[in-house]
């Protein structure tokens, strides 16, 4: 349930960096050098390798709505300290300069759009907000999400990202694993379809909840997704991992995802699978959806 | 097997061990000095439990001597049968799972299970459960609803269990599933916290109408020796991390999370197992009875609002 990266000094290349020491970086897959700006133009893919980065919260609903039409939901509560938490640093603090940075209150941007015309509900984690880690505001924003979407007749579509529950907030973040397990039950009553979208990376509690509970759910190319982390389990067995342990492809054997799916083709593909399950794909309209219907793309 | 903090309570009453033996031995009455003593015993281990930090109580919670689900299954309920396996991937010994009378009702009964020595332990994961244990846990939801048994689950466990076969079966899609399926039980659900509730492996089968915790028992999304690791870099630190996770029973009711903390005997529940057993057992009879008179919605809707109603917000001004 970590939220070890977060906390590591050491940290993967940030997406979303823009200090004017950012303008380049290196590839963390294939070693070259990429104008940031050329990777926020390409989807946050290597312009290279199309190695998947992390996609900012807003630039993800950006490429998942249609143009104009998304209505923010999300932004009106935020979190409290229900513990006093304080480790290195007061919990109040953290969520400060979070909020701050990311101009949102708590790790999530929810709210209405139409995708393909298909009118949805989207609920977007930001992995740049305290690691994704879903608390008291987080799970409140998707249970709101779901429901919301069932009142409204939209399907639901997350996309995680997520360092697992968060800490600062004790037994209630373990609680929101629950909150947004109840939640979809309003989707379900109303037959109306809910797709999850795993992304690099998704773990611990939002993994062991909403996040697997998707009628559909597809991952990014090569997305952590796992309930325990990798350092944790090899601490515990003492040996080696599997090559691709953990990961979307990985995964896709196991039979655990229904496909992994490159960011340039996932909105085509959520839209096919909605209005197939929702029956209103017609045989004219499948040449405008275009996707690899059937195989898996990597 | 003394934690640590009980060591001047332990020397007490071996003083006066000491002292009885030495009395019949000698033929003398040292009544009056041995009652004394046991006054200051009492008064010592009140002093000590009334004042444990968080980090001792998480001792407790995990001491060895401590009442398991299955001591409870088979002191509490009556007529226990076990029902094994999960019909897909195997048996997980450490979910133990089945049918027992409780009060004179037929109830299905779920426990995590730890060893009550270490070759048990081994045997039993050391309560922590596979994709099977959680599978398992659901058949026996589906086997309630369709009986129409109340539900009774006993949390012990330090979570579910992290390795390369949990991780590929599935460990975070069946917490999930499971969480899901528990909260649709159309029967009533009662859930106690005996010993360590670790996180969502404890939480797959805590979504009951009612959560019970033990008064030295814990639930927490993480392990204060893992949450020391990530947030202090040092898992020595964990003292300080069961200060900051607030995850002792009194802390639970007071967030909400927990509707009602049972007792134990002074000393905590490995001091006394039976007389815990037994308040354990009365305690949920009456929750039982108290949840039979509602109606199948209303137990699904009294269990829908009181996860979804979970969390602290504020709004943004
Ligand atoms: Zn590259």
């Not at chain 1, 709505?65 to 919990?91: C, H, M, N, Q, V």
């Not at chain 1, 969520?95 to 941007?109: C, F, N, S, V």
């Not at chain 2, 815990?276 to 209303?298: D, I, K, N, P, Q």
């Amino acid at each position: 349930m970590a939220l070890e990266r977060w906390f590591r000094r050491k940290r993967p290349t940030r997406s979303d960096d823009n200090s004017p020491a950012g303008l380049w970086l290196k590839c963390d897959e294939c070693n070259a050098q990429i104008y940031r700006k050329d990777l926020e133009k390409n989807l946050y893919l290597c312009t290279e390798c199309g190695h998947h980065y992390k996609m900012p919260a807003d630039a993800r609903v950006a490429m998942l709505a249609d143009a104009g039409s998304f209505e923010r939901w999300s932004g009106t509560i935020k979190g409290a300290d229900p513990l006093a938490f304080e480790d290195t640093e007061p919990y109040v603090k953290r969520l400060e300069r979070a909020a701050e940075r990311q101009k949102r209150p708590d790790a999530i941007l929810t709210g209405a759009a139409s995708l393909q015309g298909e009118p949805v509900a989207l609920a977007v984690m930001d992995f740049f907000f305290a690691g994704g880690s879903m608390g008291s505001v987080v799970g409140e924003e998707i249970a709101r999400a779901a429901e919301r979407a069932a009142r409204e007749g939209r399907s639901l579509v997350t996309v995680a990202a997520s360092g697992g529950a968060r800490m600062q907030e004790g037994a209630l973040s373990l609680m929101q694993m629950a909150k947004t397990t109840v939640a979809l039950e309003a989707l379900s009553r109303a037959k109306l379809p809910f797709i999850s979208v795993l992304t690099d990376p998704t773990t611990g509690g939002v993994t062991a909840s909403f996040a697997t509970l998707g009628d559909i759910i597809v991952s990014e190319p090569q997305a952590l997704i796992c309930f325990a982390g990798p350092r944790v389990i090899q601490q515990t067995i003492k040996q080696d991992l599997p090559e691709g342990f953990q990961r979307a492809e990985f995964l896709l054997q196991k039979g655990m995802l229904d496909d992994v799916v490159t960011r340039p083709n996932l909105k085509a593909r959520l839209a096919l699978y909605l209005s197939l399950l929702r029956g209103t794909l017609t045989p004219t309209a499948t040449a405008a959806v275009g996707g690899e219907p059937g195989g898996a793309a990597v | 097997m003394a934690l640590p903090f009980e060591k001047p309570i332990d020397d007490l009453s071996d003083r006066i061990e000491d002292m009885r033996a030495y009395a019949s031995e000698q033929n003398i009455d040292l009544s009056e000095e041995i009652s004394l003593l046991e006054g200051r015993l009492e008064r010592l281990q009140h002093d000590v439990f009334e004042n444990l930090t968080r980090w001792q109580r998480v001792q407790v919670a995990r001491a060895p001597g401590r009442p398991t689900a299955l001591d409870y299954i088979q002191s509490v309920f009556e007529t226990f049968t076990e029902l094994h396996g999960d019909r897909t991937l195997g048996d997980d010994s450490a979910m133990v799972t089945g049918l027992a009378l409780l009060g004179g009702r037929s109830v299905v009964v779920i426990g995590q299970q730890k060893g009550r020595d270490t070759k048990e332990n081994i045997g039993r994961n050391f309560g922590m459960a596979h994709p099977s244990g959680y599978r398992k846990a659901m058949r026996m939801f589906n086997m309630a609803d369709k009986f129409g048994l109340p539900v009774v689950t006993l949390i012990d466990t330090p979570g579910a269990y992290p390795g390369v076969a949990a991780e590929e079966q599935g460990q975070a899609w069946v917490i999930a599933e499971s969480i899901q399926r528990m909260s649709q039980l159309k029967v009533p659900a009662v859930a106690v916290v005996i010993g360590e509730g670790g996180s969502g492996g404890a939480l797959a089968v805590g979504v009951a109408n009612r959560v019970l915790i033990l008064e030295n028992a814990i639930y927490s999304v993480i392990s204060p020796e893992s949450c020391a690791a990530i947030l202090w870099r040092d898992a020595s630190q964990a003292p300080k991390a069961a200060e900051a996770l607030k995850l002792t029973a009194g802390d639970l009711l007071e967030l909400g999370v927990v509707d009602g903390v049972i007792k134990e005997p002074v000393g905590g529940a490995h001091r006394d197992p039976q007389a815990t057993m037994r308040c354990v057992g009365a305690r949920l009879e009456e929750e039982l009875g108290a949840l039979s008179s509602l109606s199948e919605t209303e137990l699904l809707e009294q269990r829908y609002a009181r996860f979804r109603n979970m969390g602290r917000l504020e709004s943004v001004t």
